[in-house]
Protein backbone atom coordinates (compact mmCIF):
# COMPACT_ATOMS: atom_id res chain seq x y z
CA UNK A 1 0.00 0.00 0.00
CA UNK A 2 1.72 3.10 -1.18
CA UNK A 3 1.02 6.29 1.03
CA UNK A 4 1.70 9.81 -0.06
CA UNK A 5 1.81 13.13 1.32
CA UNK A 6 -0.14 14.86 -2.04
CA UNK A 7 -3.79 16.11 -2.76
CA UNK A 8 -5.48 15.76 -6.52
CA UNK A 9 -8.03 17.51 -7.67
CA UNK A 10 -10.40 15.01 -7.82
CA UNK A 11 -10.92 11.85 -6.29
CA UNK A 12 -13.42 9.44 -6.92
CA UNK A 13 -13.24 7.71 -3.53
CA UNK A 14 -12.74 9.23 0.11
CA UNK A 15 -12.21 8.07 3.63
CA UNK A 16 -13.22 10.55 5.53
CA UNK A 17 -12.82 9.74 9.29
CA UNK A 18 -14.60 10.88 12.79
CA UNK A 19 -14.75 10.65 16.30
CA UNK A 20 -18.25 11.42 17.77
CA UNK A 21 -16.43 14.91 19.24
CA UNK A 22 -15.35 15.48 15.88
CA UNK A 23 -18.23 14.66 14.35
CA UNK A 24 -20.53 17.00 16.25
CA UNK A 25 -17.92 19.63 15.59
CA UNK A 26 -18.03 19.45 11.53
CA UNK A 27 -21.21 17.83 10.97
CA UNK A 28 -22.72 21.17 10.29
CA UNK A 29 -20.69 21.08 7.42
CA UNK A 30 -22.41 18.30 5.52
CA UNK A 31 -25.95 17.72 4.03
CA UNK A 32 -28.41 17.79 7.44
CA UNK A 33 -30.10 14.70 6.73
CA UNK A 34 -26.43 12.17 7.30
CA UNK A 35 -26.58 12.97 11.33
CA UNK A 36 -29.73 10.42 11.25
CA UNK A 37 -27.46 7.77 9.80
CA UNK A 38 -24.25 8.54 10.91
CA UNK A 39 -22.84 9.94 14.28
CA UNK A 40 -19.10 9.17 14.35
CA UNK A 41 -19.61 5.80 16.49
CA UNK A 42 -16.83 2.88 16.53
CA UNK A 43 -17.13 0.73 13.27
CA UNK A 44 -20.60 3.13 12.09
CA UNK A 45 -19.92 3.59 7.91
CA UNK A 46 -22.02 5.94 6.13
CA UNK A 47 -21.81 6.15 2.11
CA UNK A 48 -22.20 9.04 0.76
CA UNK A 49 -22.57 8.95 -2.68
CA UNK A 50 -22.17 12.09 -5.29
CA UNK A 51 -21.55 12.29 -8.87
CA UNK A 52 -18.10 12.80 -8.46
CA UNK A 53 -17.10 9.51 -6.41
CA UNK A 54 -17.84 7.94 -3.30
CA UNK A 55 -17.04 9.24 0.28
CA UNK A 56 -17.15 6.98 3.41
CA UNK A 57 -17.90 8.30 6.52
CA UNK A 58 -16.06 5.97 9.09
CA UNK A 59 -16.44 6.26 12.67
CA UNK A 60 -14.14 5.75 15.32
CA UNK A 61 -15.59 6.43 18.28
CA UNK A 62 -14.87 8.56 21.54
CA UNK A 63 -11.41 10.55 21.16
CA UNK A 64 -9.72 9.49 24.13
CA UNK A 65 -10.45 5.63 22.79
CA UNK A 66 -7.24 3.58 22.93
CA UNK A 67 -5.43 3.37 20.25
CA UNK A 68 -5.58 0.11 19.12
CA UNK A 69 -9.35 1.01 18.27
CA UNK A 70 -8.25 3.04 14.84
CA UNK A 71 -6.98 -0.26 14.22
CA UNK A 72 -10.39 -2.93 14.99
CA UNK A 73 -11.95 -0.31 12.97
CA UNK A 74 -9.97 0.09 9.73
CA UNK A 75 -9.55 -3.98 9.98
CA UNK A 76 -13.58 -4.27 10.08
CA UNK A 77 -13.88 -1.79 7.28
CA UNK A 78 -11.65 -3.44 5.15
CA UNK A 79 -13.21 -6.85 5.37
CA UNK A 80 -16.90 -5.66 4.93
CA UNK A 81 -16.69 -3.40 1.87
CA UNK A 82 -13.95 -5.45 0.22
CA UNK A 83 -15.78 -6.17 -2.76
CA UNK A 84 -16.94 -2.18 -2.73
CA UNK A 85 -13.70 -0.83 -2.43
CA UNK A 86 -12.03 0.59 -5.41
CA UNK A 87 -8.38 0.40 -6.41
CA UNK A 88 -7.70 4.06 -6.94
CA UNK A 89 -5.45 7.31 -5.62
CA UNK A 90 -7.77 7.71 -2.30
CA UNK A 91 -7.60 10.84 -0.05
CA UNK A 92 -8.48 10.48 3.92
CA UNK A 93 -9.57 13.32 5.60
CA UNK A 94 -9.29 13.40 9.15
CA UNK A 95 -7.08 16.61 10.61
CA UNK A 96 -7.56 15.51 14.25
CA UNK A 97 -6.00 12.28 14.18
CA UNK A 98 -2.68 11.56 15.59
CA UNK A 99 0.19 9.67 13.86
CA UNK A 100 0.14 6.37 15.91
CA UNK A 101 -3.86 6.88 15.53
CA UNK A 102 -2.97 7.17 11.70
CA UNK A 103 -0.52 3.86 11.72
CA UNK A 104 -2.92 1.94 13.56
CA UNK A 105 -5.47 2.85 11.05
CA UNK A 106 -3.49 1.90 8.24
CA UNK A 107 -2.67 -1.58 9.72
CA UNK A 108 -5.83 -2.23 10.34
CA UNK A 109 -6.52 -1.65 6.56
CA UNK A 110 -4.21 -4.26 5.59
CA UNK A 111 -5.43 -6.85 7.97
CA UNK A 112 -8.38 -6.42 7.08
CA UNK A 113 -7.71 -8.07 3.48
CA UNK A 114 -7.09 -11.39 5.53
CA UNK A 115 -8.89 -14.48 4.40
CA UNK A 116 -7.90 -18.16 3.73
CA UNK A 117 -6.14 -19.01 1.59
CA UNK A 118 -4.64 -15.82 1.35
CA UNK A 119 -4.20 -13.77 -2.00
CA UNK A 120 -3.48 -10.20 -2.85
CA UNK A 121 -6.83 -9.64 -4.57
CA UNK A 122 -8.28 -6.65 -1.89
CA UNK A 123 -8.18 -3.33 -3.44
CA UNK A 124 -5.69 -2.44 -1.08
CA UNK A 125 -3.09 -4.59 -2.23
CA UNK A 126 -3.44 -3.73 -5.79
CA UNK A 127 -0.86 -0.96 -6.89
CA UNK A 128 -3.40 1.93 -8.60
CA UNK A 129 -4.24 2.00 -4.69
CA UNK A 130 -2.75 4.94 -3.06
CA UNK A 131 -3.63 6.81 0.37
CA UNK A 132 -3.30 10.30 -0.13
CA UNK A 133 -2.91 11.90 3.22
CA UNK A 134 -1.57 15.61 3.54
CA UNK A 135 -1.15 15.75 7.66
CA UNK A 136 1.53 13.86 7.84
CA UNK A 137 5.21 14.12 6.10
CA UNK A 138 6.27 11.74 3.59
CA UNK A 139 9.57 10.64 5.81
CA UNK A 140 7.02 9.44 8.31
CA UNK A 141 4.20 8.13 5.92
CA UNK A 142 7.27 5.87 4.52
CA UNK A 143 7.93 4.82 8.10
CA UNK A 144 4.32 3.79 8.95
CA UNK A 145 4.00 2.40 5.31
CA UNK A 146 6.97 0.24 5.90
CA UNK A 147 5.95 -0.70 9.92
CA UNK A 148 2.35 -1.65 8.42
CA UNK A 149 3.32 -3.93 5.68
CA UNK A 150 5.59 -5.83 7.43
CA UNK A 151 3.45 -6.56 10.24
CA UNK A 152 0.80 -7.15 7.67
CA UNK A 153 3.23 -10.20 6.03
CA UNK A 154 3.76 -11.14 9.37
CA UNK A 155 0.36 -11.40 11.24
CA UNK A 156 -0.74 -12.94 7.89
CA UNK A 157 1.24 -15.64 7.47
CA UNK A 158 0.90 -16.91 10.94
CA UNK A 159 -3.23 -16.85 10.23
CA UNK A 160 -2.78 -18.30 6.93
CA UNK A 161 -0.54 -21.46 8.17
CA UNK A 162 -2.69 -22.03 11.51
CA UNK A 163 -5.82 -22.33 9.00
CA UNK A 164 -4.86 -24.69 6.69
CA UNK A 165 -6.29 -27.81 7.00
CA UNK A 166 -4.12 -30.94 8.59
CA UNK A 167 -3.27 -32.37 5.35
CA UNK A 168 -2.10 -29.40 3.87
CA UNK A 169 0.90 -28.90 6.80
CA UNK A 170 2.85 -31.46 7.18
CA UNK A 171 5.97 -31.31 8.67
CA UNK A 172 7.92 -31.59 5.54
CA UNK A 173 5.26 -28.79 3.99
CA UNK A 174 6.37 -26.43 7.01
CA UNK A 175 9.92 -27.34 7.24
CA UNK A 176 10.28 -26.29 3.57
CA UNK A 177 8.49 -22.94 3.97
CA UNK A 178 10.79 -22.12 6.85
CA UNK A 179 13.89 -23.38 4.97
CA UNK A 180 12.93 -20.72 2.17
CA UNK A 181 11.95 -17.89 4.27
CA UNK A 182 15.29 -18.10 6.28
CA UNK A 183 17.15 -17.52 3.13
CA UNK A 184 15.00 -14.95 1.77
CA UNK A 185 15.37 -12.92 5.14
CA UNK A 186 19.30 -14.28 5.54
CA UNK A 187 18.42 -16.22 8.49
CA UNK A 188 20.37 -19.40 10.14
CA UNK A 189 17.98 -22.30 9.87
CA UNK A 190 19.13 -25.67 11.82
CA UNK A 191 16.51 -28.48 11.76
CA UNK A 192 17.32 -32.07 13.36
CA UNK A 193 15.72 -35.17 12.53
CA UNK A 194 14.39 -38.15 15.12
CA UNK A 195 17.92 -39.51 14.79
CA UNK A 196 19.35 -36.61 15.43
CA UNK A 197 17.27 -35.89 18.19
CA UNK A 198 18.02 -39.32 19.88
CA UNK A 199 21.50 -38.77 19.81
CA UNK A 200 21.22 -35.34 21.22
CA UNK A 201 18.96 -36.85 24.19
CA UNK A 202 15.72 -34.48 22.96
CA UNK A 203 13.83 -37.17 24.94
CA UNK A 204 10.94 -35.39 25.69
CA UNK A 205 10.34 -34.22 22.14
CA UNK A 206 10.88 -37.83 20.59
CA UNK A 207 8.37 -39.40 22.63
CA UNK A 208 5.46 -37.11 21.28
CA UNK A 209 7.09 -37.55 17.73
CA UNK A 210 7.61 -41.48 17.61
CA UNK A 211 4.08 -42.27 17.07
CA UNK A 212 3.92 -40.10 13.79
CA UNK A 213 4.50 -41.27 10.08
CA UNK A 214 6.36 -38.30 9.58
CA UNK A 215 10.11 -37.91 10.56
CA UNK A 216 10.61 -35.52 13.56
CA UNK A 217 11.55 -31.61 12.12
CA UNK A 218 13.00 -29.83 15.67
CA UNK A 219 13.52 -26.48 14.02
CA UNK A 220 15.94 -23.32 15.31
CA UNK A 221 15.68 -20.23 13.46
CA UNK A 222 18.49 -17.00 14.29
CA UNK A 223 17.76 -13.47 13.14
CA UNK A 224 21.14 -11.46 13.79
CA UNK A 225 21.45 -8.02 13.77
CA UNK A 226 24.62 -6.01 13.28
CA UNK A 227 23.60 -3.83 15.96
CA UNK A 228 26.21 -3.82 19.02
CA UNK A 229 24.95 -4.73 22.51
CA UNK A 230 21.91 -5.89 21.45
CA UNK A 231 19.58 -7.59 22.88
CA UNK A 232 18.75 -11.49 23.03
CA UNK A 233 15.25 -12.91 22.80
CA UNK A 234 14.53 -16.76 23.15
CA UNK A 235 10.99 -17.39 21.73
CA UNK A 236 9.68 -21.91 22.02
CA UNK A 237 6.60 -22.00 20.00
CA UNK A 238 4.61 -25.17 20.62
CA UNK A 239 4.16 -26.71 16.82
CA UNK A 240 1.93 -29.76 16.85
CA UNK A 241 0.93 -29.41 13.84
CA UNK A 242 -2.57 -31.63 14.59
CA UNK A 243 -2.93 -33.42 17.81
CA UNK A 244 -5.35 -36.44 18.21
CA UNK A 245 -4.40 -36.63 21.64
CA UNK A 246 -2.36 -39.56 20.96
CA UNK A 247 -3.11 -42.73 22.98
CA UNK A 248 -5.68 -40.84 25.27
CA UNK A 249 -7.63 -39.71 22.67
CA UNK A 250 -9.48 -36.44 22.30
CA UNK A 251 -13.43 -36.04 21.87
CA UNK A 252 -14.27 -36.13 18.61
CA UNK A 253 -17.09 -33.15 18.26
CA UNK A 254 -14.14 -30.35 17.99
CA UNK A 255 -11.10 -32.44 17.38
CA UNK A 256 -11.13 -30.77 13.68
CA UNK A 257 -10.27 -27.17 15.54
CA UNK A 258 -6.98 -29.38 16.54
CA UNK A 259 -5.36 -27.96 13.16
CA UNK A 260 -4.85 -25.16 15.38
CA UNK A 261 -2.60 -26.72 18.13
CA UNK A 262 0.62 -24.60 16.11
CA UNK A 263 -0.57 -20.97 17.66
CA UNK A 264 2.40 -20.66 19.21
CA UNK A 265 4.66 -21.44 16.30
CA UNK A 266 2.80 -19.32 14.08
CA UNK A 267 2.78 -16.54 16.28
CA UNK A 268 6.89 -16.66 16.54
CA UNK A 269 6.85 -16.73 13.00
CA UNK A 270 5.15 -13.80 12.30
CA UNK A 271 7.14 -11.94 14.57
CA UNK A 272 10.47 -12.89 13.08
CA UNK A 273 9.16 -11.87 9.86
CA UNK A 274 8.28 -8.40 11.31
CA UNK A 275 11.65 -8.15 12.65
CA UNK A 276 13.85 -8.98 9.67
CA UNK A 277 11.43 -6.79 6.99
CA UNK A 278 11.87 -4.11 9.80
CA UNK A 279 15.73 -5.11 10.35
CA UNK A 280 14.78 -4.46 14.07
CA UNK A 281 18.30 -3.99 16.26
CA UNK A 282 18.14 -7.32 18.37
CA UNK A 283 18.85 -11.05 17.83
CA UNK A 284 16.08 -13.45 18.06
CA UNK A 285 16.32 -17.22 18.56
CA UNK A 286 13.26 -19.25 17.92
CA UNK A 287 12.87 -23.30 18.10
CA UNK A 288 9.65 -24.71 16.87
CA UNK A 289 9.84 -28.47 17.74
CA UNK A 290 7.82 -29.55 14.81
CA UNK A 291 5.39 -32.97 15.24
CA UNK A 292 1.74 -33.71 15.39
CA UNK A 293 0.66 -35.83 17.97
CA UNK A 294 -0.89 -39.25 16.21
CA UNK A 295 -1.66 -42.78 17.29
CA UNK A 296 0.40 -45.74 15.98
CA UNK A 297 1.73 -48.78 17.42
CA UNK A 298 4.72 -46.82 18.46
CA UNK A 299 2.96 -43.73 20.12
CA UNK A 300 4.10 -43.11 23.74
CA UNK A 301 1.76 -44.76 26.36
CA UNK A 302 0.21 -43.38 29.67
CA UNK A 303 3.02 -44.40 32.09
CA UNK A 304 5.92 -44.54 30.17
CA UNK A 305 9.20 -43.19 31.70
CA UNK A 306 10.86 -40.43 29.31
CA UNK A 307 14.19 -38.77 29.90
CA UNK A 308 14.44 -34.81 28.76
CA UNK A 309 16.84 -32.93 26.92
CA UNK A 310 18.12 -31.75 30.78
CA UNK A 311 18.09 -35.29 32.35
CA UNK A 312 14.85 -34.95 34.00
CA UNK A 313 12.59 -37.81 33.75
CA UNK A 314 8.79 -37.71 32.92
CA UNK A 315 6.61 -40.27 33.74
CA UNK A 316 3.39 -39.62 30.68
CA UNK A 317 0.26 -40.06 32.84
CA UNK A 318 -2.00 -38.49 29.79
CA UNK A 319 -0.43 -38.46 26.10
CA UNK A 320 -2.66 -35.23 25.48
CA UNK A 321 -0.79 -32.98 27.30
CA UNK A 322 1.75 -33.29 24.91
CA UNK A 323 2.51 -29.30 24.23
CA UNK A 324 4.36 -29.20 27.53
CA UNK A 325 6.44 -32.48 26.68
CA UNK A 326 8.08 -30.64 23.59
CA UNK A 327 7.86 -27.37 25.29
CA UNK A 328 10.33 -28.58 27.87
CA UNK A 329 13.36 -29.71 25.28
CA UNK A 330 13.12 -26.87 23.03
CA UNK A 331 13.05 -24.41 26.33
CA UNK A 332 16.06 -26.46 28.04
CA UNK A 333 18.03 -26.95 24.41
CA UNK A 334 17.23 -23.15 24.26
CA UNK A 335 18.69 -22.59 27.79
CA UNK A 336 21.83 -24.37 27.43
CA UNK A 337 23.16 -23.64 23.88
CA UNK A 338 22.07 -20.04 23.84
CA UNK A 339 22.76 -17.02 26.01
CA UNK A 340 19.64 -14.78 25.56
CA UNK A 341 18.38 -11.76 27.61
CA UNK A 342 14.61 -12.74 27.57
CA UNK A 343 13.16 -16.25 27.05
CA UNK A 344 9.11 -16.78 25.96
CA UNK A 345 7.24 -19.77 25.32
CA UNK A 346 4.12 -19.60 23.45
CA UNK A 347 1.45 -21.97 23.20
CA UNK A 348 -2.04 -23.28 22.43
CA UNK A 349 -1.50 -25.17 25.78
CA UNK A 350 -4.75 -25.97 28.37
CA UNK A 351 -8.15 -26.08 27.90
CA UNK A 352 -7.89 -24.86 31.37
CA UNK A 353 -6.90 -21.51 30.34
CA UNK A 354 -10.12 -21.42 27.76
CA UNK A 355 -12.21 -22.15 30.71
CA UNK A 356 -10.90 -19.74 32.51
CA UNK A 357 -10.55 -16.25 30.00
CA UNK A 358 -12.39 -17.38 27.33
CA UNK A 359 -11.04 -15.16 23.93
CA UNK A 360 -10.75 -12.34 26.17
CA UNK A 361 -6.98 -13.19 26.71
CA UNK A 362 -3.97 -15.10 27.03
CA UNK A 363 -2.91 -16.85 30.62
CA UNK A 364 0.51 -16.08 31.57
CA UNK A 365 3.38 -17.06 33.98
CA UNK A 366 6.76 -15.53 34.55
CA UNK A 367 9.71 -15.34 37.28
CA UNK A 368 10.37 -12.03 36.66
CA UNK A 369 8.17 -8.55 37.64
CA UNK A 370 9.72 -6.46 34.85
CA UNK A 371 8.90 -9.30 32.16
CA UNK A 372 5.60 -9.85 33.61
CA UNK A 373 4.76 -5.75 33.61
CA UNK A 374 5.95 -4.96 30.50
CA UNK A 375 4.30 -7.60 28.49
CA UNK A 376 0.58 -6.68 30.67
CA UNK A 377 1.42 -3.31 29.33
CA UNK A 378 1.93 -4.46 25.78
CA UNK A 379 -0.99 -6.33 25.84
CA UNK A 380 -2.95 -3.98 26.82
CA UNK A 381 -1.27 -1.36 24.36
CA UNK A 382 -2.26 -3.87 21.54
CA UNK A 383 -5.25 -5.81 22.55
CA UNK A 384 -3.21 -9.00 22.65
CA UNK A 385 -3.98 -8.87 26.36
CA UNK A 386 -2.73 -11.09 28.71
CA UNK A 387 -3.38 -11.84 32.61
CA UNK A 388 -0.92 -13.22 35.23
CA UNK A 389 -1.35 -16.36 37.36
CA UNK A 390 0.35 -17.77 39.85
CA UNK A 391 3.82 -19.87 39.97
CA UNK A 392 3.73 -20.53 43.48
CA UNK A 393 5.67 -23.98 44.77
CA UNK A 394 2.70 -25.42 46.28
CA UNK A 395 1.36 -26.37 42.83
CA UNK A 396 4.96 -28.34 42.76
CA UNK A 397 3.00 -31.08 44.83
CA UNK A 398 0.69 -31.70 42.37
CA UNK A 399 3.00 -32.92 39.65
CA UNK A 400 5.68 -35.13 42.09
CA UNK A 401 5.47 -38.43 40.55
CA UNK A 402 6.97 -42.07 42.47
CA UNK A 403 8.29 -43.41 39.42
CA UNK A 404 9.92 -39.93 38.38
CA UNK A 405 11.19 -36.78 38.88
CA UNK A 406 8.17 -35.35 37.49
CA UNK A 407 4.61 -36.43 35.73
CA UNK A 408 3.23 -34.44 32.43
CA UNK A 409 -0.21 -34.10 33.74
CA UNK A 410 -1.83 -34.13 37.79
CA UNK A 411 -4.95 -35.64 37.24
CA UNK A 412 -6.23 -33.31 39.81
CA UNK A 413 -9.99 -31.65 37.71
CA UNK A 414 -8.40 -28.22 38.80
CA UNK A 415 -5.42 -25.83 37.49
CA UNK A 416 -4.21 -26.95 34.87
CA UNK A 417 -2.78 -24.40 32.92
CA UNK A 418 -0.90 -23.60 35.99
CA UNK A 419 0.33 -27.05 36.49
CA UNK A 420 1.45 -26.86 32.86
CA UNK A 421 3.27 -23.77 33.49
CA UNK A 422 5.14 -25.25 36.46
CA UNK A 423 5.82 -28.06 34.94
CA UNK A 424 7.74 -25.89 32.37
CA UNK A 425 9.70 -23.71 34.98
CA UNK A 426 11.67 -27.00 36.07
CA UNK A 427 13.21 -26.75 32.10
CA UNK A 428 14.14 -23.27 31.83
CA UNK A 429 17.11 -23.84 33.62
CA UNK A 430 17.00 -21.19 35.69
CA UNK A 431 16.93 -18.72 33.54
CA UNK A 432 16.09 -15.65 35.08
CA UNK A 433 13.47 -13.63 33.02
CA UNK A 434 10.99 -16.25 31.45
CA UNK A 435 6.86 -15.99 30.64
CA UNK A 436 5.24 -18.50 29.46
CA UNK A 437 2.28 -17.80 27.73
CA UNK A 438 -0.48 -20.09 27.62
CA UNK A 439 -2.85 -18.37 24.28
CA UNK A 440 -4.93 -21.43 23.78
CA UNK A 441 -8.14 -19.43 24.32
CA UNK A 442 -7.25 -16.70 22.02
CA UNK A 443 -5.00 -18.14 18.68
CA UNK A 444 -7.86 -19.50 16.92
CA UNK A 445 -11.84 -18.41 17.39
CA UNK A 446 -14.56 -15.83 15.87
CA UNK A 447 -12.98 -13.38 13.53
CA UNK A 448 -14.78 -11.49 10.34
CA UNK A 449 -13.36 -13.19 7.70
CA UNK A 450 -14.59 -16.93 8.38
CA UNK A 451 -17.63 -18.57 9.63
CA UNK A 452 -16.40 -20.75 12.06
CA UNK A 453 -13.80 -20.23 14.28
CA UNK A 454 -10.05 -19.55 12.42
CA UNK A 455 -6.94 -17.60 13.10
CA UNK A 456 -7.02 -14.28 14.78
CA UNK A 457 -3.40 -13.72 14.44
CA UNK A 458 -3.04 -13.44 18.27
CA UNK A 459 0.83 -12.89 19.45
CA UNK A 460 2.44 -11.13 16.85
CA UNK A 461 1.51 -7.86 17.62
CA UNK A 462 2.43 -8.32 21.45
CA UNK A 463 5.95 -9.79 20.41
CA UNK A 464 6.91 -7.53 17.63
CA UNK A 465 5.93 -4.27 19.71
CA UNK A 466 7.68 -6.08 22.90
CA UNK A 467 10.72 -6.55 20.73
CA UNK A 468 10.75 -3.29 18.98
CA UNK A 469 10.65 -1.05 22.02
CA UNK A 470 12.43 -3.02 25.02
CA UNK A 471 15.31 -1.31 26.22
Not at 143 to 159: D, P, T, Y
Not at 230 to 259: E, Q, R, W
Not at 446 to 457: F, H, L
Amino acid sequence: MKLVNKKIKDYTQIFHLFTEEEWIRTSKNFNKNIAGFFTGKKNEVFINVQNEGIAYFIGLGKADSPLFEAQQVALKFSQTYREKLMAVPTLVVADFITEKQFEEFVKGLLLGTYRYPFEKTHAFWNTKFELHFENLSQKKLDVIGRKSEALSNGQISCQEWLNKPANLKKPDTLSLYLKNLSKKYNLKYTVFNRKKCEELGLGAYVSVNQGSAYDAAFTIIEYKTEAKNAKTFGLVGKCVLFDTGGISLKNPDNMHYMKSDMGGATAVLGTLIYAAEMQLPVNIIAILPITDNAISENAFLPSDVITAYNGKTIEVLNTDAEGRMILADGLSYLSRNFKTDILIDLATLTGSSVRMFGDTCGAMFSNNDELKNLLMQTGDKTNQRLWNLPLWDIWKDDIRSDVADLKNISMKPIGDCIVAAKFLEQFIENHPKWAHLDIAGVAFGNVGYAKEKAATGFGVQLLADLIENYH
